[in-house]
């Protein structure tokens, strides 16, 4: 039977009775988890288990527990991983500036027949940048309904960029190699640039929104496992 479980690297007591991995999980839906928040991770004995869109996989929700098992559980709530995904964004929008304008003046002095593998990465990695620019918006789409922050300049930015990105790959398809050279340095690069500087101001009014984690007591008013809600289901996964 299960003692206690790690929830977010802090170890928490189990006082119910907690047997299988669906009922350790039930629990900690029913019982630890905020509203607005969802378990994003979970290992067994140093074993990630898939628990995609709050649904365990059959054969895994009948896992017991020994006295020396080990419960894993992280838990996020959307801005904390909007946060994380700005970092990203910010982080690969500057590896691709660093690099761009050499790409740039290497595509404008190549010949139509000569094969530039290098424009294929970029375009890899920009597209990379409007799927998370994407993510965040989804994340997000609550506070921002709620009008709590403005997400509308990184959105738009991603949109200009998803649109440059089918120039840019219209050109590169007939090896029109000045035509991506300059998508690169006058769309592209003040986007990117433009991009960078919103990202970290839309970051900065996210985590002026985001709370302390502040796990419930489980002490006193403990919930029984006859009081254990079943596992929640949610469409915040992304």
């Known amino acids: 039977m299960l003692k206690k479980i790690l929830l977010n ?5 189990v006082p119910v009775p907690v047997l299988t991995l669906a009922q350790a999980l039930a629990w900690v839906e029913s ?5 607005g928040s ?10 990630v288990i898939e628990y995609e869109g709050g649904v365990l996989p059959r054969k895994k929700e009948l896992l017991e ?6 419960l894993e559980i992280q838990m996020d709530s959307p801005t904390t991983l909007a946060t994380q995904t700005l970092d990203t964004v910010h982080s690969l929008c500057s590896a691709i500036l660093g690099s761009l304008k050499g790409m740039a003046v290497h595509a404008w002095q190549s010949k139509p027949g000569e094969k530039l593998s290098e424009l294929s990465a970029l375009n890899d990695d920009v597209t990379l940048v409007v799927d998370l620019i994407g993510h965040v918006h989804d994340l997000l ?7 709590l922050v403005d997400s509308a300049a990184v ?5 200009l960029m998803g649109q440059n ?10 090896s029109d190699w000045k035509a991506c050279a300059k998508i690169m340095l006058n769309r592209f690069e003040p986007l990117l640039k433009d991009l ?7 970051q900065i009014r996210v985590l002026a929104l985001q709370p302390q984690l502040a796990l419930p007591t489980t002490s006193g008013g403990c919930a029984t496992m006859g009081e254990v809600a079943p596992l929640r289901r949610t469409d915040l996964h992304r």
Do not use: M
């Open 31 to 35: 019982t630890l988890v905020p509203t």
């Open 196 to 202: 960078l500087a919103e990202s970290e101001t839309l």
């Open 165 to 174: 990105l089918s120039a840019f790959n219209l050109a590169r398809s007939q």
């Open 141 to 147: 789409l609550d506070v921002t309904a709620a009008k």
């Open 9 to 13: 690297n802090r170890h928490v007591p």
């Open 38 to 47: 969802f378990i994003t991770r979970v290992t067994l004995d140093r074993d």
């Open 155 to 159: 959105a738009g930015i991603g949109r």
């Open 65 to 70: 527990f020994t006295d020396k098992s080990r």
